[in-house]
């Protein structure tokens, strides 16, 4: 049995259509993130889950309970927001037991349900303090308390981690994670942290303008990216997208062109449909070009290079190359290389990218054409 089960979610704000048939089963224990850029309905689609916002249509199954209708109190949910909104007046105790109060439990079962909180998230000696004596971590994990307290079966969390610096960021990315793994919990997280999204998700949902662009695994959705969205929003840096255009088929083959790449085969996927003439996006991600011999490859020349010590990553101008969207008919390269180079800004290299590691997108609704790579893992 699903933990959540969402049909055909529509939510129209006005006549703003914020969520558009939104489908999806997630399986006890999961922790589901929830990707997207600004305004593709993320917190939306939470609060819908939460109660907080009624849908327009559709249907919503908490642990095959039908809440589509159902007050927030009664949904057997939590959720976390990235402004944790504390009690200022009231102990770490007192805000971690407020739900439970509020719904009028016995007084030893909400004593023992926040020592156990505490317990897990490490607050055992804080429980007297008042919210502004605490660091912002702290802070952050009695909002998390707040919501374990309560025992829901779904977690909802909207960018809580957002307002922290990176370093707690990562303390808490790790502390959540194994927070999940003890608690057993389903959770639906929302980020816009990659990696965030990377590391802590059993599945990756992607929106986009309120629609499910594609779900799956991180590293499935790294590797195949269903459609050139989702392909230019995972990973970061982002991939590199130059256009080119077909001037053969053979079968399972395209050869397509570009001015500053030349003539080059990529495979097709079975059932991709193209003809000679289309314009077609070639995606390749930084971490798939590499650095080419003199006579190799094609010219670059270095505008910036970033040392971040095991890796490096620089970022070229490679015109004639003709970047997707670039009006200017120039081509910004980034490349990702897996050691120290010594390389600086103005330096002329030369790149290569092989074919088989390069993604091609097309169609109507730029869908990825060539075939699925295999999985790393
Ligand atoms: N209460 C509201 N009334 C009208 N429009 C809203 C309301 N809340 C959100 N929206 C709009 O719905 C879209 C999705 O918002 P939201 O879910 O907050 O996006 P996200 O969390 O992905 O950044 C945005 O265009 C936003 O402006
Ligand atoms: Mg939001």
């Given at each position: 049995?699903?933990?959540?089960?969402?049909?055909?979610?529509?939510?129209?704000?006005?006549?703003?259509?914020?969520?558009?048939?939104?489908?999806?089963?997630?399986?006890?224990?999961?922790?589901?993130?929830?990707?997207?850029?600004?305004?593709?309905?993320?917190s939306?689609?939470?609060?819908?889950?939460?109660?907080?916002?009624?849908i327009?249509s559709?249907?919503?199954?908490?642990?095959?309970?039908d809440?589509?209708?159902?007050?927030?109190?009664?949904?057997?949910?939590?959720?976390?927001?990235?402004?944790?909104?504390?009690?200022?007046?009231?102990?770490?105790?007192?805000?971690?037991?407020?739900?439970?109060r509020?719904?009028k439990?016995?007084?030893?079962?909400?004593?023992?349900?926040?020592?156990?909180?505490?317990?897990?998230l490490?607050?055992?000696?804080?429980?007297d303090?008042?919210?502004?004596?605490?660091?912002?971590?702290?802070?952050?994990?009695?909002?998390?308390?707040?919501?374990?307290?309560?025992a829901?079966?779904?977690?909802?969390?909207?960018?809580?981690?957002?307002?922290?610096?990176?370093?707690?960021?990562?303390?808490?990315?790790?502390?959540?994670?194994?927070?999940?793994?003890?608690?057993?919990?389903?959770?639906?997280?929302?980020?816009?942290?990659?990696?965030?999204?990377?590391?802590?998700?059993?599945?990756?949902?992607?929106?986009?303008?309120?629609?499910?662009?594609?779900?799956?695994?991180?590293?499935?959705?790294?590797?195949?990216?269903?459609?050139?969205?989702?392909?230019?929003?995972?990973?970061?840096?982002?991939?590199?997208?130059?256009?080119?255009?077909?001037?053969?088929?053979?079968?399972?083959?395209?050869?397509?062109?570009?001015?500053?790449?030349?003539?080059?085969?990529?495979?097709?996927?079975?059932?991709?449909?193209?003809?000679?003439?289309?314009t077609?996006?070639?995606?390749?991600?930084?971490?798939?070009?590499?650095?080419?011999?003199?006579?190799?490859?094609?010219?670059?020349?270095?505008?910036?290079?970033?040392?971040?010590?095991?890796?490096?990553?620089?970022?070229?101008?490679?015109?004639?190359?003709?970047?997707?969207?670039?009006?200017?008919?120039?081509?910004?390269?980034?490349?990702?290389?897996?050691?120290?180079?010594?390389?600086?800004?103005?330096?002329?290299?030369?790149?290569?990218?092989?074919?088989?590691?390069?993604y091609?997108?097309?169609?109507?609704?730029?869908?990825?054409?060539?075939?699925?790579?295999?999985?790393?893992?």
């Amino acid at each position: 049995m699903s933990s959540l089960q969402l049909r055909n979610i529509e939510k129209n704000y006005g006549n703003y259509h914020a969520l558009r048939g939104i489908n999806l089963d997630v399986a006890p224990g999961e922790f589901i993130v929830m990707v997207g850029p600004s305004g593709c309905g993320k917190s939306t689609l939470l609060k819908s889950i939460a109660g907080l916002e009624p849908i327009t249509s559709g249907t919503m199954i908490i642990n095959g309970r039908d809440v589509t209708r159902a007050e927030p109190g009664e949904r057997g949910i939590a959720m976390v927001f990235q402004s944790y909104a504390l009690y200022p007046h009231m102990s770490v105790a007192e805000n971690m037991g407020f739900g439970l109060r509020m719904a009028k439990r016995p007084k030893p079962e909400i004593d023992a349900a926040v020592a156990r909180a505490a317990k897990i998230l490490r607050l055992t000696d804080q429980l007297d303090k008042l919210p502004r004596q605490l660091s912002g971590g702290q802070r952050q994990r009695v909002a998390i308390g707040r919501a374990i307290t309560r025992a829901p079966e779904v977690f909802l969390f909207d960018e809580p981690l957002s307002n922290l610096d990176a370093a707690l960021r990562t303390q808490m990315r790790v502390e959540l994670s194994t927070l999940h793994a003890e608690l057993g919990a389903t959770m639906v997280y929302v980020t816009h942290d990659q990696v965030e999204a990377m590391t802590m998700a059993s599945r990756i949902v992607v929106l986009n303008q309120g629609r499910i662009e594609q779900v799956g695994s991180p590293l499935d959705l790294y590797r195949n990216p269903d459609n050139f969205f989702v392909a230019g929003f995972l990973g970061a840096p982002r991939m590199n997208f130059f256009e080119a255009s077909v001037v053969a088929l053979e079968e399972g083959w395209v050869r397509v062109s570009n001015p500053g790449a030349g003539v080059f085969s990529i495979a097709l996927r079975p059932g991709a449909r193209l003809e000679v003439g289309d314009t077609v996006k070639v995606g390749v991600r930084p971490e798939a070009f590499h650095l080419a011999e003199e006579d190799d490859g094609l010219a670059a020349s270095v505008r910036l290079v970033e040392h971040l010590g095991r890796e490096t990553i620089v970022y070229a101008d490679a015109t004639p190359l003709l970047s997707v969207g670039s009006d200017t008919g120039t081509s910004n390269v980034t490349i990702h290389l897996p050691d120290i180079v010594g390389l600086a800004a103005g330096a002329s290299i030369r790149i290569a990218f092989d074919p088989d590691q390069a993604y091609l997108f097309g169609g109507p609704d730029d869908q990825t054409l060539s075939p699925p790579k295999a999985s790393a893992i």
